[in-house]
């Protein structure tokens, strides 16, 4: 053992350490950055989607547009989660080249931010790219003989909706149960009156409407509020649900968009969806076709009084605006209303 | 495990006796001071600095919202419930696992470390399993606040069995022998005996326990419904602020739940200095 | 103490009970739900693409986490007990702060720092270098919770051996370096395996952080755990109780090497 060493050795030793720092921290940083490096060469679809689609981009939309001529070799990178959420994210730097959200709004964000360009609605189908209705899930055999909106408000009935303040589903759920209570000739404060008492009956109020189906399948509640979609999934996956579509109801319009430097692969993936291809599979999966030729009355009915839109209450702007305000929406006001009532 | 033991260097030392000549002592201070202002003063001065960014009058109307009230009152009341139970069945295990004999017991000691090294959505799809509606046990106990409780329990069942099996191991049987031997009762010679000597690790395993248990997210996630106001603790909670883009409101209540934890720690620290001072 | 046999069977049984409900039960219901379809179809569920990213994912979390925290944790342990540096109560609070931390207070606070308008996120945005959304976020995370570990297993130990043997060789001329790897680091080896092998298991399954600075996108900055619970989100019970499987294993595993190290040191 030798006893006596250079200072240089010692030195030598620490100075390793610090080289083996700065080098680990070039190893993090690298993975980082090439991480996104899907731009220019290579054609990558960055897809960021709410959470719904999930198995119908991955297992069905997908390797169809692999298939043809404009897709081939086209990679994907996938991201689902809660409308709000992903939104959100996008907008706080999640790489993306494509979305496709639950409703107009999450869409309208990105405009706002300049990562989707303001003429993204200038088409033939205003940019939807799917449609869907309310519907409302029950057990099979529909023990608690639920048909309407009005019927989930009852004093023994527990009903699973998401929270609608993380997820877009959410909110189509509410306005679907305040047109209905237009419908049915009630006043603003009357509807308004119909969605908190329907509010007051939530067990779980999940971050998506995904996540909702699955606490629904899990055993909360006596109902879900949800996409006709997500129903026809869940019953294509082998889950023992029935859904009803209520005489009022409230057409969901899902958008998608390019981002403003979006490679080509991403803008000729958008196509492809609004082609009858495209299109046929989305109704496949449960989704309603946006070309009105292509929709099958029988797989997809319409509800028996009226199917409203969005547009009957001013569109998604005014909407969110007055109803879904962080502080001075109405949906605000009536989770803090039940908030200090359940204290 | 000694892990979460915190304890200051003894400063009993004369001071010339703790240095070492080693030149690049400068370089190593430098590199730990570095390391943790950047990986943890940093991150917490943030978190601080955002809560604080619209004033105290900002930061009070995030913390007394509702929402956030609501959430904070279920995520201590639940930790507390959780605590106390765990005071009760840790030192019960810990008590079995040294006092007692059995095949088997080495791998039970071994297990009760898993929550520990189980991720806790794992540990959350499973126990909605278990307690869920597809019970193997029926039991069905989903989406209320008892869930809550349970996942709890689950992940901080080894807090209290950790701290306790060291005393236990090292008591001194002389006191409890001689005491029998005088004829007190075995309920006796526990509470008055075995006891105080066991509350420094009750003590130390419950405070940690409880720091985790207002912290925890995980196992909460699929198994606890999230509803506000019924099943939403403040890590939900503050997660569906940071969705919502609300990092102000989040940073608060993080703050609170910080001060808490900090503060428990603090009191661990005491304790455990209070043990080694008493020690005999 | 001599208990009667009724006492002692009666707080075996509690007990037992106790931890079959909390304990071997949902770990037995891992197993069972993993392999309810049959041997092959876990099998080809841990292989599915997206699976096998989300390990390596991990493991490349784990493999960059845990030697940073063994080195930096070894030399604050050696800092806090064999230096004069003030402040040490004040870091030694600083080393307990990641087990005070809620893991989604970790996430908001990486988020903060290193976000698109983070203090120090800005300028790595600049410089073209995501942290959130991407991997670094995900290690960044998952080295904070990690950290503590290995200096709280190691920093006991060097109070107890005491710095009469060093202090020995540096009077026989023996420099810093000789005296850390021939004395000190051979007597402190075991507390720093128990510390890497609570940091690795603490790495692993890490949830919550992750959950906040990951973008989610499959095959990419997806964890394992991240993978389980997007796997039971999309229907696919088999697809996420395999994961559970893969990640409770190494969990046994992690335990077994914990035991038997406690064994080999007594």
């Not at chain 1, 029935?242 to 998608?256: C, H, N, R, V």
């Amino acid at each position: 053992m030798s006893l006596s060493s250079p200072i240089k050795k010692r030195r030598g030793i620490q100075a390793l350490l610090v080289l083996a720092l700065v080098a680990l921290g070039a190893i993090i940083v690298g993975c980082g950055s090439s991480d996104d490096g899907g731009d220019g060469g290579s054609a990558k679809v960055q897809l960021v989607a709410y959470s719904t689609p999930q198995q119908a981009y991955e297992q069905a939309l997908e390797p169809a547009f692999k298939d043809t001529e404009t897709g081939k070799g086209v990679e994907f990178s996938n991201s689902f989660g809660g409308s709000g959420d992903q939104s959100r994210a996008v907008e706080a730097g999640q790489a993306a080249s494509y979305v496709n959200f639950a409703l107009e709004t999450d869409v309208t964000r990105l405009v706002k931010s300049g990562q989707v360009a303001k003429t993204w609605k200038d088409n033939k189908y205003k940019g939807i790219v799917t449609n869907s209705v309310v519907s409302i899930v029950v057990r099979p055999g529909n023990p608690k003989n639920i048909k309407s909106f009005d019927d989930l408000a009852g004093d023994d009935v527990e009903v699973v909706t998401p929270n609608p303040f993380s997820s877009g589903g959410a909110r189509w759920n509410i306005m679907a149960i305040y047109a209905d209570a237009i419908e049915q000739g009630k006043s603003k404060k009357q509807a308004l009156d119909a969605v908190k008492a329907i509010l007051k009956n939530t067990p779980a109020q999940p971050e998506s409407a995904r996540v909702a189906l699955q606490t629904f399948l899990g055993g909360a509640g006596d109902a879900l509020i949800s996409y006709e979609n997500e129903a026809i999934a869940a019953q294509q996956a082998g889950e023992d649900v029935e859904y009803i579509i209520p005489d009022t109801t409230i057409l969901i319009e899902q958008p998608a968009a390019v981002t403003v430097d979006a490679p080509q692969s991403s803008i000729d993936f958008l196509d492809f969806l609004w082609s009858d291809e495209g299109q046929k599979i989305w109704a496949e999966n449960g989704y309603r076709p946006v070309n009105p030729a292509l929709v099958d009355e029988t797989q997809y009915p319409s509800p028996a009084t009226k199917l409203y839109t969005i547009a009957d209450f001013g569109g998604w702007d005014k909407v969110a605006d007055e109803f879904f305000d962080e502080e001075n929406g109405s949906i605000a006001k009536i989770n803090e209303e039940l908030g200090v009532e359940a204290e | 495990m000694a892990a979460g033991t915190p304890t200051v260097p003894s400063s009993n030392r004369p001071r010339a006796s703790v240095r070492l000549p080693w030149a690049g002592q400068a370089l190593n201070k430098g590199l730990v001071v570095m390391w943790l202002g950047l990986m943890v003063m940093l991150p917490l001065t943030a978190i601080t600095t955002k809560a604080f960014e619209n004033g105290l009058d900002g930061f009070w109307t995030a913390v007394s919202s509702p929402q956030a009230v609501a959430a904070l009152k279920l995520t201590v009341i639940a930790s507390l419930i959780v605590v106390a139970i765990n005071a009760v069945m840790g030192t019960l295990l810990a008590w079995v696992l040294v006092r007692d004999k059995f095949p088997g017991k080495g791998i039970i000691n071994s297990v009760i470390d898993l929550p520990f090294a189980l991720p806790t959505i794992v540990a959350s799809l499973t126990l909605l399993t278990v307690y869920g509606n597809k019970s193997p046990i029926g039991i069905n106990i989903a989406f209320t606040q008892t869930a809550v409780v349970v996942a709890l329990s689950f992940v901080t069942l080894p807090f209290v069995v950790r701290a306790v099996q060291p005393l236990l191991l090292t008591l001194d049987r002389d006191m409890e022998s001689a005491a029998e031997s005088l004829g007190a009762g075995r309920w006796r010679i526990f509470r008055q005996i075995i006891l105080p000597n066991l509350a420094p690790g009750i003590a130390t395993g419950v405070a940690l326990a409880f720091a985790r248990a207002i912290g925890e997210f995980g196992s909460l996630v699929l198994v606890s419904g999230n509803v506000p106001f019924k099943t939403e603790v403040s890590s939900v909670f503050i997660r569906g602020q940071i969705e919502s883009d609300n990092l102000v409101g989040a940073s608060a209540v993080s703050v609170v739940l910080l001060a808490v934890s900090l503060a428990l720690l603090a009191v661990v620290t005491f304790i455990q200095r209070w043990a080694v001072r008493h020690e005999r | 103490m001599n208990g009667s046999r009724l006492v002692r069977w009666t707080l075996r049984y509690i007990a037992l009970a106790y931890l079959f409900a909390l304990l071997l039960l949902p770990l037995g219901v891992i197993f069972d739900e993993a392999f309810k379809e049959g041997i092959g179809e876990v099998f080809s569920a841990i292989t599915a693409p997206d699976a096998v990213a989300a390990l390596k994912l991990t493991l490349l979390t784990v493999i960059i986490a845990v030697p940073l925290n063994t080195v930096f944790g070894v030399l604050t342990a050696l800092v806090m007990v064999r230096s004069n540096l003030p402040g040490k109560r004040f870091l030694n609070a600083l080393i307990d702060v990641p087990f005070a931390v809620s893991p989604i207070v970790v996430g908001l606070a990486l988020v903060l720092v290193y976000g698109q308008n983070g203090w120090l996120g800005e300028a790595f945005m600049e410089a073209g270098i995501k942290i959130i959304f991407s991997t670094p976020g995900i290690v960044l995370a998952v080295i904070f919770v990690s950290m503590p570990f290995v200096a709280r297993e190691v920093i006991p130990v060097l109070q107890e051996i005491g710095d009469d043997q060093e202090k020995a060789a540096e009077t026989l001329g023996a420099n810093g370096w000789t005296t850390f790897w021939r004395i000190t680091l051979p007597a402190i080896r075991w507390g720093i395996s128990y510390g890497i092998v609570l940091t690795t298991a603490r790495a692993l399954g890490e949830f919550g952080a992750v959950t906040v600075v990951s973008g989610r996108v499959s095959g990419e900055t997806e964890t394992l755990p991240l993978y389980v619970q997007k796997q039971f989100e999309t229907f696919n019970s088999v697809g996420s109780y395999s994961a559970s499987l893969l990640l409770a294993v190494i969990a046994l595993v992690t335990l077994l090497a914990l035991n038997l190290m406690r064994r080999k040191e007594n």
